[in-house]
């Protein structure tokens, strides 16, 4: 039988996962083409901030080989960035003239980092913080330059700016918001981190707005001004002030985008023959960038171009896993609170440890752990099941919920 065809954009974490899910289900439906962006296998992002302090080599992020492609017979085109989708003539075009007809396309061309609208802002030295290609940037002027800005607290420049410091930069972060993570932790654990990090050697500029990057005569930034007036010196300047989803192929291709690709719950575009998913994609008014929800993705998405045609994704509960410069974080729900709600919070200074537990009518809504996140899956499954955990309230904030558990009250 006549195999299918299947165009990949995008040779990221994602789309290659997708891909490995469908050769377990179906292994000879399709003949498979790879279009990638960069020269590079399918390797770990997750893993660009150990590349970068030195803590790992390239080889070590690796996901998939070029080998693995070859003996699963795909076709990789790597280094060959699609320009153009022809949804009449189903074939994808690639910038060197390559094409490649589908029978199904999958979308997974991820996101772009935003470069913030101020002067200077192209000059030599100024970068975003999404691939190889600006590791290895910041790697070269970590060798020939002293001072690092990044622009932004989350957690790309909160690891750019660890991995830049363990490389002996001076480095500033510069956030605009009032605490570090702002949509990931509340202003308590955020300021704890903040002071984790300055104890580590970073410096922070909290609340300030940047205005401007000055040139130092060559071409090159030199310094980063603040609309105070105040500055302060920059060799490099790391931009990591947010994303966008990566839409532009799929808007020109006329496939309806509002803040991502609009996909149902099969990962499947208004354009029956086309899928697209990870942070491109927006399924039900939201985009997904953490591994959990886009490895959920690719399964659903691999039941369907196996034509198994069962898998649903369903939108899951928000919840965040982070870890930045080893120490573990974890929020998930309304960790914020708000109206009819009831909050509860253990610290502990000395172990680096706070705990917030957010509750409506005895029901476990919202969480928030730093240092400690020992016990996140148990918090996130009594939110999922809705538990009434008023009776064992005190053993859960102090974070003891293995004494609950024994007592048999664990839903599920």
């Known amino acids: 039988m006549k195999k299918l065809k299947l165009v990949l954009i995008g040779n990221g974490m994602a789309g290659v996962r997708t891909l490995e899910e469908l050769l377990q289900l179906a292994p000879d439906l399709y003949e498979i083409t790879v279009f990638g962006a960069e020269p590079h296998p399918n390797y770990n992002r997750l893993l660009l901030s150990p590349l970068l302090a030195g803590e790992q080599r390239f080889e070590e992020i690796v996901l998939n080989d070029f080998d693995w492609y070859a003996q699963n017979g795909i076709r990789l085109l790597s280094g060959s960035p699609a320009v153009k989708i022809d949804r009449q003539q189903r074939k994808v075009v690639a910038a060197d003239g390559t094409v490649a007809e589908y029978d199904r396309l999958l979308i997974a061309t991820g996101s772009i980092p935003v470069r913030l609208p101020i002067p ?102 030199c310094a980063l001004q603040f609309n105070s007036g105040d500055a302060i010196p920059a060799d490099l300047v790391v931009m990591a002030a947010g994303i966008r989803p990566n839409t532009r192929l799929a808007e020109e291709a006329g496939i309806p985008c509002n803040q991502g690709i609009l996909v149902n719950d099969t990962l499947q575009t208004y354009d029956p023959c086309i899928y697209a998913l990870g942070e491109c994609a927006n399924h039900r008014g939201t985009t997904y960038g953490l591994l959990g929800p886009l490895l959920e993705q690719a399964r659903v998405c691999a039941n369907h171009l196996a034509q198994f045609g069962i898998a649903r994704y369903n939108s899951p509960l928000p919840a965040t896993r982070l870890k930045v410069t080893g120490i573990d974080m974890f929020s998930a729900g309304e960790f914020m ?76």
């Open 120 to 221: 200077g802002n192209r000059l030599q030295g100024v970068i975003g913080y999404r691939d190889i290609a600006d590791a290895r940037t910041m790697m070269e002027a970590s060798s020939t330059h002293s001072h690092a800005v990044v622009i932004g607290g989350g957690l790309l420049g909160l690891e750019a700016a660890n991995g830049l410091r363990q490389r002996g930069m001076d480095v500033t972060v510069v956030h605009e918001a009032d605490w570090l993570l702002e949509r990931q932790l509340d202003r308590t654990a955020g300021k704890l981190l903040q002071r984790a990090l300055e104890q580590r050697g970073i410096h922070f500029r909290i609340g300030e707005q940047s205005e401007e990057l000055l040139d130092n005569g060559d071409g090159r930034v």
């Open 337 to 412: 609170g708000g109206a009819g709600t009831e909050t509860f919070t253990f610290s502990d200074p000395e172990s680096g440890t706070y705990r917030k537990l957010v509750l409506r009518n005895d029901v476990l809504v919202g969480a928030c752990l730093y240092g400690n996140t020992a016990n996140e899956d148990w918090y996130y499954s009594q939110m999922c099941a809705g538990t009434n955990i008023r009776e064992h309230l005190t053993s859960m904030v102090i974070g003891e919920p293995n004494a609950v558990k024994e007592n048999g009250t664990q839903s599920g």
